[in-house]
């Protein structure tokens, strides 16, 4: 009996030291929990940089780079609302110029006092008429060939001045004066001013030179905006660099990197998808704020003009983070992962064998492949990495159609790593 108290007691004192074992192998290690705090420490802080970064990005390249600029503002002179402000702008402008007096000069002078007095009757028609036949002629130029590529031209010559107005420092044909950014359409009354002077109203070329503005941005807040865009400036491209590196210090620091890839790549999409829901918000309180005295079509013509590089930016993080979150999960041990894996290894197994069959010998380069294969992996997603990160300023498709690529020289790499059907025949065979 006193064997089998010992045996009993040894026994439970085993339980308890293997019971203890394996809380102390699950609790983890204090030196893990810093690392993983450090770790989400640096990825949280990453992925609030990310909306910051996009923004830096988007105003480097409106600082240095004057044909990305151009090419931004350069469809706003085919739209039908900027061309529909400028032209009543053009037209207010020229008509406060126009002294309907001066239209009887070419009258015989005995005649003068009768259309005078039947002028002052019809003078609101009259004028109303006038008015009506500038603004046609206003609406032609704004709507011409000529006004693109004197808006394109312009708007080349003046990105110094773009970047002084969002600076807030210096002159130009761009200001900002009482919060309000304006561009001068003096070069587009001086067109308007000769077609109706071709079409027979010559007092227009009595009009003198014209200078009147076009706002193309008003807040009140835009000092503001100011001290933000030179923040910006200075950050440049750095700031986007720098949320990178956080967030992969985050992964490399981490203990279970799978799920960290995971959970950063979504946590970076969610951060640009909110950047993306900010802009659309912002669009309809900046417009809603805005004066009767601005066109709030062309407002909003502008203002998604000057930010569908951002918004274009959002999509294509959000893209790349689903991209990077769903191919990390497809390389884990999850039971549906495993199934994914095993249909698309099962697939292409499927293919080649058929292609034996048919006669399609691979030659030294199946054993190349299959000798191979991990370093030949590693390569195809470096050179993927590496034409994203050289390709001009990608977009959400030109992620998709570099997964998309990869997933294809995959299958070719598998297609042609794969045992040939003959060989395993053979094996069989021979035991």
């Not at 990105?159 to 950014?181: C, E, F, K, M, P």
């Not at 990197?257 to 790549?265: G, L």
């Not at 005295?293 to 590089?309: C, E, K, M, N, R």
């Not at 470096?382 to 034409?387: P, R």
Request: net charge neutral; charged share 20%; proline share 4%.
């Amino acid at each position: 009996m006193p064997d089998d108290e010992n045996q009993n007691e040894l026994a439970a004192l085993r339980a308890r030291v293997a019971a203890l074992e394996s809380e102390a192998a699950a609790r983890p290690a204090p030196r893990h929990r810093g690392r993983s705090f450090l770790a989400a420490v640096l990825i949280v802080i990453g992925c609030l940089l990310v909306p910051l970064g996009i923004v830096a990005a988007w105003t480097s390249d409106i600082v240095g780079d004057t044909d990305r600029y151009v090419s931004t503002v350069a469809p706003l002179a085919s739209d039908a609302d900027v061309q529909a402000a400028v032209a009543n702008r053009v037209t207010g402008a020229v008509m406060e110029h126009i002294d309907l007096e001066t239209l009887l000069e070419g009258v015989a002078p005995e005649q003068r006092p009768l259309l005078a007095k039947a002028l002052g009757k019809l003078g609101g028609s009259l004028e109303s008429a006038v008015s009506s036949f500038v603004h046609d002629k206003a609406q032609d130029v704004v709507a011409s060939d000529a006004f693109e590529t004197v808006w394109t031209d312009a708007n080349r010559a003046v990105h110094t001045s773009v970047v002084r107005a969002l600076t807030g420092s210096g002159d130009g044909a761009v200001q900002i004066n009482n919060d309000t950014v304006t561009v001068d359409l003096a070069p587009v009354i001086e067109r308007v001013k000769e077609r109706l002077v071709d079409s027979g109203l010559t007092v227009a070329g009595k009009i003198p030179e014209i200078h009147t503005d076009f706002t193309v941005v008003k807040s009140e807040d835009i000092g503001k905006v100011k001290t933000g865009f030179r923040l910006l400036q200075v950050m440049g491209l750095w700031l986007p660099v720098l949320a990178v590196l956080l967030v992969v210090a985050g992964v490399l620091l981490s203990t279970h990197r799978r799920r960290t890839v995971i959970a950063s790549a979504i946590g970076v999409a969610v951060a640009a998808l909110v950047l993306g829901i900010a802009l659309t918000v912002f669009r309809t309180v900046y417009l809603n704020a805005l004066p009767d005295t601005v066109s709030q079509p062309a407002a909003g013509s502008v203002y998604d003009a000057l930010i569908h590089f951002l918004r274009t930016t959002v999509r294509m993080v959000v893209t790349l983070g689903l991209v990077v979150a769903l191919a990390a999960w497809l390389t884990g041990p999850s039971r549906p992962a495993v199934v994914v894996r095993r249909m698309w290894n099962s697939g292409i197994d499927a293919t080649r064998a058929a292609a034996d069959r048919a006669g399609l010998r691979t030659g030294p380069v199946g054993p190349f492949v299959r000798r191979y294969r991990t370093w030949i992996t590693w390569i195809l997603v470096a050179l993927a990495v590496l034409v994203y990160v050289l390709w001009d300023h990608p977009t959400g498709w030109v992620v998709v159609g570099l997964a998309l690529a990869l997933l294809f020289v995959f299958a070719v790499v598998r297609f042609l790593g794969a045992e040939p059907a003959d060989a395993d025949e053979k094996a069989s065979f021979r035991t």
